[in-house]
């Protein structure tokens, strides 16, 4: 088996590659190389086999041309497309290049490796998907109208995918995570900014606590697995409760 | 949950058909002990073993229920989960849905849900852990005609289990929901010809009707520590047929 996760150098797709790498090869894609290749010495430390990608998700070409390497070391089945970003701006001081890069890392890079992901797949009729959408795709945010539109495309783009390709018997779902403690949350902030932020989401939500990112990466796995043979077009969140709907 | 070696166990009602069936079986094939709840357990009836217990009991039975949690945890030392799968089905147009009809669907899909629960969530409470799985359907967002007595039921389903969750989050227990599309099981073949229910493969994404274990697999996955961070959820198992 051979797994793509995009996002891998770091929290939930670092956890993901660490866990899956248990069934499957684990092509490690990041933007950030040395993340990357510290992923993959984790994976063959524990006895597992991976293989680093730097790639961009903004630049197709390079997205294209990595998927083919990653087909060339066995068929991709699976697809955890999981890079992202997150900024913190008013609307107000948001700028259109700011704007740009959160819908292009998530709707655009996600397209992007989707698209040469499913080139491969569909002729051979098999394979599952998980999108990294958040609780945000659902739910407004203040300061963060950029990253809840770049999400709600996300899990927009799943649910038509998902009907696209179920006849090819390709399943593509989503997950929302909840509050996750992972690098993401300390991106920009200073250390009382951060620790202000951990206390604002216990407390809003339910269970009172962040969620590790190996919890998101179990769910990712059954998502991944033909245990969710029947579960397609799906947003499913890990998020402690925070958003149920 | 517990693994086979751990202790506690998972009261499936419904458990003598379709999915509550086929969830007791995932759950022994694990070893996990199976406290096994229906009105007709069918095939298990008398199958009593070292990891099953069986009732036969009425889930609108306050009594029934709190004897047979009772006798759970006398036998297996706890509660570690449940999956609440007693459900009813007779389709019928609005006009004709008698008064004895919306009782025996909010008694059984809701009352009977609420009453399950009750008997169970101090024992869980006691061991500061445990998942609760409750079965709704898909009906419970979509809308198909001659459901609109199921379908009320069912989003009742939702709306208790979403409140139950907000109520126990803080004490290790979670709360979820499994929303079936169609599962190929007693249940709508008992009210459909065996054509009619193969049909609703057809505008299925996925080009296919479900089973019994695709729905018990989602209840398996959210009984299970793997669902550690997800509780207050409805999970649709529906092919992505409605996908909202
Ligand atoms: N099969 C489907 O297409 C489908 C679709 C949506 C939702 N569901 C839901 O999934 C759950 C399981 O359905 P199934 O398909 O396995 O149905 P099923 O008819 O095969 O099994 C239901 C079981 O519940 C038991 N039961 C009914 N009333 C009871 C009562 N008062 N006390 C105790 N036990 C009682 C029955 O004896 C039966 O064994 C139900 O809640 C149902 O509403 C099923």
Same mark, same amino acid.
């Given at each position: 088996?051979? #797994?793509? &996760?995009?996002?891998?150098?770091?929290?939930?797709?670092?956890?993901?590659?660490?866990?899956?790498?248990?069934?499957?090869? &684990?092509?490690?894609?990041?933007?950030?190389?040395?993340?990357?290749?510290?992923?993959?010495?984790?994976?063959?430390?524990?006895?597992?086999?991976?293989?680093?990608?730097?790639?961009?998700?903004?630049?197709?070409?390079?997205?294209?041309?990595?998927?083919?390497?990653?087909?060339?070391?066995?068929?991709?089945?699976?697809?955890?497309?999981?890079?992202?970003?997150?900024?913190?701006?008013?609307?107000?001081?948001?700028?259109?290049?700011?704007?740009?890069?959160?819908?292009? #890392?998530?709707?655009?890079?996600?397209?992007?490796?989707?698209?040469?992901?499913?080139?491969?797949?569909?002729?051979?009729?098999?394979?599952? &998907?998980?999108?990294?959408?958040?609780?945000?795709?659902?739910?407004?945010?203040?300061?963060?109208?950029?990253?809840?539109?770049?999400?709600?495309?996300?899990?927009?783009? #799943?649910?038509?995918?998902?009907?696209?390709?179920?006849?090819?018997?390709?399943?593509?779902?989503?997950?929302?995570?909840?509050?996750?403690?992972?690098?993401?949350?300390?991106?920009?902030?200073?250390?009382?900014?951060?620790?202000?932020?951990?206390?604002?989401?216990?407390?809003?939500?339910?269970?009172?606590?962040?969620?590790?990112?190996?919890?998101?990466?179990?769910?990712?796995?059954?998502?991944?697995?033909?245990?969710?043979?029947?579960?397609?077009?799906?947003?499913?969140?890990?998020?402690?409760?925070?958003?149920?709907? | *949950? +517990?693994?086979?070696?751990?202790?506690? =166990?998972?009261?499936?009602?419904?458990?003598?058909?379709?999915?509550?069936?086929?969830?007791?079986?995932?759950?022994?094939?694990?070893?996990?002990?199976?406290?096994?709840?229906?009105?007709?357990?069918?095939?298990? +009836?008398?199958?009593?073993?070292?990891?099953?217990?069986?009732?036969?009991?009425? !889930?609108?039975?306050? =009594?029934?229920?709190?004897?047979?949690?009772?006798?759970?945890?006398?036998?297996?030392?706890?509660?570690?989960?449940? =999956? +609440?799968?007693?459900?009813?089905?007779?389709?019928?147009?609005?006009?004709?849905?008698?008064?004895?009809?919306?009782?025996?669907?909010?008694?059984?899909?809701?009352?009977?849900?609420?009453?399950?629960?009750?008997?169970?969530?101090?024992?869980?409470?006691?061991?500061?852990?445990?998942?609760?799985?409750?079965?709704?359907?898909?009906?419970?967002?979509?809308?198909?005609?001659? !459901?609109?007595?199921?379908?009320? %039921?069912?989003?009742?389903?939702?709306?208790?289990?979403?409140?139950? %969750?907000?109520?126990? =989050?803080?004490?290790?227990?979670?709360?979820?929901?499994?929303?079936?599309?169609?599962?190929?099981?007693?249940?709508?073949?008992?009210?459909? %010809?065996?054509?009619?229910?193969? %049909?609703?493969?057809?505008?299925?994404? *996925?080009?296919?009707?479900?089973?019994?274990?695709?729905?018990?697999?989602?209840?398996?996955?959210?009984?299970?520590?793997?669902?550690?961070?997800?509780?207050?959820?409805?999970?649709?198992?529906?092919?992505?047929?409605?996908?909202?």
């Amino acid at each position: 088996m051979n #797994t793509l &996760i995009t996002g891998a150098g770091s929290g939930i797709g670092r956890a993901t590659a660490l866990r899956l790498a248990k069934r499957s090869h &684990i092509c490690v894609a990041d933007k950030n190389g040395a993340n990357a290749a510290a992923v993959v010495k984790e994976i063959e430390a524990a006895g597992g086999k991976a293989t680093a990608f730097e790639v961009n998700v903004l630049d197709g070409d390079a997205v294209r041309a990595t998927v083919a390497k990653a087909e060339a070391l066995g068929p991709i089945d699976a697809l955890f497309n999981n890079a992202g970003i997150s900024v913190r701006t008013t609307i107000a001081d948001l700028t259109g290049d700011e704007w740009d890069l959160m819908l292009d #890392t998530h709707a655009r890079g996600m397209f992007f490796v989707a698209q040469a992901v499913l080139r491969n797949m569909v002729p051979r009729k098999k394979g599952a &998907i998980v999108q990294t959408s958040s609780d945000f795709a659902v739910m407004g945010v203040p300061g963060m109208a950029a990253y809840c539109a770049a999400k709600c495309a996300v899990y927009s783009m #799943t649910k038509a995918l998902a009907q696209e390709f179920g006849d090819d018997k390709i399943r593509v779902n989503a997950i929302g995570p909840g509050p996750i403690d992972t690098p993401i949350l300390r991106g920009g902030r200073t250390e009382e900014q951060y620790r202000a932020s951990v206390a604002a989401n216990e407390a809003r939500t339910p269970m009172g606590r962040l969620g590790k990112p190996e919890e998101v990466a179990a769910v990712v796995d059954f998502l991944l697995s033909e245990k969710s043979a029947y579960i397609n077009g799906q947003l499913f969140h890990p998020n402690g409760g925070a958003v149920m709907w | *949950m +517990t693994d086979a070696n751990g202790q506690g =166990a998972v009261v499936v009602t419904g458990a003598g058909s379709g999915i509550g069936r086929e969830i007791t079986r995932l759950l022994l094939e694990q070893g996990i002990p199976v406290s096994a709840w229906d009105l007709n357990p069918g095939d298990l +009836t008398g199958h009593n073993s070292a990891n099953l217990m069986v009732r036969t009991l009425d !889930t609108r039975d306050k =009594a029934a229920l709190q004897k047979a949690a009772d006798e759970t945890v006398e036998r297996f030392g706890s509660i570690a989960g449940a =999956a +609440t799968c007693a459900g009813i089905f007779r389709p019928k147009p609005f006009l004709e849905v008698t008064q004895q009809d919306w009782d025996d669907h909010f008694g059984i899909n809701l009352r009977g849900v609420l009453f399950t629960c009750q008997a169970i969530l101090p024992h869980m409470r006691a061991k500061k852990k445990g998942s609760i799985v409750l079965f709704s359907s898909t009906l419970a967002r979509t809308a198909k005609p001659t !459901t609109a007595h199921y379908a009320a %039921s069912k989003g009742g389903v939702l709306g208790l289990m979403r409140v139950m %969750s907000l109520e126990t =989050a803080k004490e290790g227990i979670r709360v979820n929901a499994v929303s079936p599309g169609i599962a190929d099981t007693p249940m709508p073949n008992a009210v459909m %010809s065996r054509d009619v229910v193969l %049909s609703r493969a057809e505008g299925n994404p *996925m080009g296919r009707i479900g089973t019994a274990n695709d729905m018990a697999q989602a209840a398996i996955f959210l009984l299970s520590d793997d669902a550690s961070y997800v509780t207050g959820q409805d999970i649709r198992v529906n092919g992505g047929q409605d996908p909202f």
